[in-house]
């Protein structure tokens, strides 16, 4: 995956993947792997609830965060927007949490494959069924309810990915699947492979609604299989991600690989590095910020000498928690 640089001050392709590497051995490696969500349930909850919040907003769901919040942690659906939107995050909530659940106490509908089309059909199933329930797809037949492949053939999108036809979704997602089970052996960085998978995902398009969400559902299983935490694409990069899955379409899977990296290694820092460690361990800056004072301004810090931390041999700044709330006490102090 050759690098590029995605603008002033923002890493290149190849680093993404460098840094990314690190965080996921610093995570198995000297904080004992991800922990389950019966062991760790805030780090999960908090991944959980931005993860429904943002993939959902992607398809159109106009939940703002605090609504997805208040729906989910409270059972209460705030606001007045329509019945469906609501079942839309409260099923994708369901299934992501059956997926996040299979990182590391898993449950499996197979035989001990990365993926099975039983799964697929499952997530599918979860993630459809309380929207489905209020507000069923217009164009769908009996037999093409949540869990169920679509039974008709269905237009090109805007890009020019043409879905198979309908007598060919069940061969074709077997031979997704194969590709799926390939990816743990592939001599591409894991990102690029599963940036591969997750397109071809979606040029398979099985079900008559619901691809999008079920796509990404998928991949964070994957990617939770394989010992990473989820990938949570942000609404906000809506545009970047449908571009980087036209190009993956084309056979380009370098954009939408780095894309899948930034999000994995923005959760394992900002989320589950800090909930491992304990106060006195020595962590990356990133994993230290806070709304109070910046990663920049951290690192700033560290430089002058006003952080107590560390410097790898790499060039990477590490402190701990104790230290930067000692930092951030003395920011304050008078005399």
Same mark, same amino acid.
């Given at each position: 995956?050759p690098a590029?640089s ?7 392709r /190849?680093?993404v993947?460098r840094?990314?590497?690190d965080a996921i051995a610093?995570v198995?490696?000297r ?9 760790a349930r805030a780090?999960?909850?908090e991944l959980?609830v931005? $993860? ?7 398809e159109?769901n106009?939940?703002?965060?605090? %609504?997805v %919040?208040q729906?989910l942690h409270?059972?209460?659906a ?5 019945l469906a939107?609501y ?5 994708y909530a ?10 590391v106490?898993p449950?499996r509908?197979g035989?001990g494959?990365?993926?099975?089309i039983?799964?697929?059909r ?9 929207v489905w $329930?209020?507000?069923?797809?217009p164009d769908a037949?009996?037999?093409? &309810?949540?869990g169920?492949?679509?039974?008709h053939d269905?237009h090109?999108?805007?890009g020019?990915?043409k ?6 979704v %069940? ?5 997704w699947?194969?590709?799926v ?10 990102m690029?492979?599963?940036a591969?998978?997750?397109v071809?995902? /979606?040029?398979v398009h099985p079900f008559?609604? &619901?691809?999008?969400r079920? &796509?990404?559902?998928?991949?964070n299983?994957i990617l939770?299989r394989?010992?990473?935490a ?5 609404k906000? %990069?809506?545009?970047r991600?449908l571009?980087?899955?036209r190009?993956a379409d084309a056979?380009n899977?370098?954009?939408?690989a780095?894309?899948?990296a930034?999000?994995?290694?923005d959760n394992i820092?900002?989320?589950?590095v800090?909930?491992?460690?304990g106060p ?5 800056l990133?994993s230290?910020?806070?709304?109070e ?6 690192r700033t ?14 060039g990477?700044w590490?402190s701990?928690?104790?230290w930067v709330d000692?930092?951030?006490a003395?920011?304050?102090r008078i005399?």
């Amino acid at each position: 995956m050759p690098a590029r640089s995605g603008g002033p001050g923002r890493m290149s392709r /190849e680093a993404v993947c460098r840094s990314l590497d690190d965080a996921i051995a610093e995570v198995r490696d000297r904080l004992g792997g991800l922990p389950s969500p019966a062991e760790a349930r805030a780090i999960w909850d908090e991944l959980w609830v931005h $993860d429904a919040h943002n993939s959902t907003a992607i398809e159109g769901n106009t939940l703002v965060l605090r %609504e997805v %919040e208040q729906l989910l942690h409270e059972g209460r659906a705030v606001g007045d927007r329509q019945l469906a939107e609501y079942m839309e995050v409260r099923g994708y909530a369901d299934a992501a949490r059956w997926v996040y659940g299979q990182a590391v106490a898993p449950d499996r509908l197979g035989a001990g494959e990365l993926l099975t089309i039983t799964e697929v059909r499952h997530v599918h199933r979860m993630a459809m069924t309380p929207v489905w $329930d209020v507000a069923p797809h217009p164009d769908a037949g009996p037999q093409e &309810g949540p869990g169920s492949f679509r039974r008709h053939d269905i237009h090109a999108f805007p890009g020019g990915m043409k879905p198979p036809s309908h007598a060919l979704v %069940e061969p074709r997602l077997r031979d997704w699947l194969d590709s799926v089970e390939a990816v743990r052996a592939s001599a591409r960085h894991p990102m690029e492979a599963i940036a591969a998978a997750h397109v071809g995902f /979606e040029q398979v398009h099985p079900f008559i609604d &619901g691809n999008g969400r079920t &796509g990404r559902l998928l991949m964070n299983l994957i990617l939770c299989r394989l010992g990473c935490a989820p990938a949570i694409i942000q609404k906000r %990069e809506r545009d970047r991600y449908l571009r980087a899955l036209r190009q993956a379409d084309a056979g380009n899977h370098g954009p939408l690989a780095e894309q899948i990296a930034r999000a994995v290694l923005d959760n394992i820092l900002r989320f589950v590095v800090p909930a491992l460690a304990g106060p006195a361990r020595l962590l990356p800056l990133t994993s230290l910020a806070t709304p109070e004072v910046s990663h920049l301004a951290l690192r700033t810090a560290a430089q002058r000498g006003r952080l107590t931390a560390q410097r790898t041999e790499s060039g990477q700044w590490r402190s701990s928690r104790v230290w930067v709330d000692e930092y951030i006490a003395s920011r304050y102090r008078i005399g």
